[in-house]
């Protein structure tokens, strides 16, 4: 698995990404932008309620009103239709576009967002339209083969920073010399949302956050 998305990750620069500042990979998704926030809101113009009330995405979509959730293959759907239409128009996380310019003074910064491949164009759009003109590479799967492969292309320090601990995980364990770290945008999904403090340290505050990555980076 890990030789193949060796192969399949592209070459830093032709990302056009130095390799003589830090690398600093950050996910999309609950980290710098709200996701749940901008989906719940396209699913009420369909009626349908999102519930943040457990760590789920399909299982917390209901017909307006329902008690049972939707089902999970209509839930995809909602969810790729979104991603095809509308994922250009949630909002940034709190303080994440101000932190992520502040880190770029003296960092490299990869996008790595798990979102699906209709994605692309908005989603490039959207990062540009906030000031994050940075490379954008659309994944699936645990992130940590191909942030190995990236990181294997620098000899910097490296930073990763995503929401959901399985990734966080991965990285971990695919390139141990990658400082991870998690942060949960939505404040909803603050206290559902798995943590590993001790293996990726947990903050929710980008002005805190980006204090710590740099902590990590240019030590
Ligand atoms: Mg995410």
Redesign the pocket.
Known sequence: MAETAALSAPSLESLGLSTNRPLVIV?????LGL?MKGFGGFLATRGYDFRVDRFALFQNIYPAGAAEHLDLEAGRALFDEFFGGHCGEIEPAPGAVEALIRLSARAEILIL??APPQAEQLRGDWLRRHGLPHPLILSTGPKGPITAALVAQTPQRTAFI???LP?LDSVREHSPSTATFQHVADERLRPLAPSAPQRHPRIDDWAELAAAIEAAIHR
Do not use: I, T
Request: net charge negative; aromatic share 8%.
């Open positions: 996910d999309v998704d609950e980290v996701f967002s798990n995503d929401d959901l990734n």
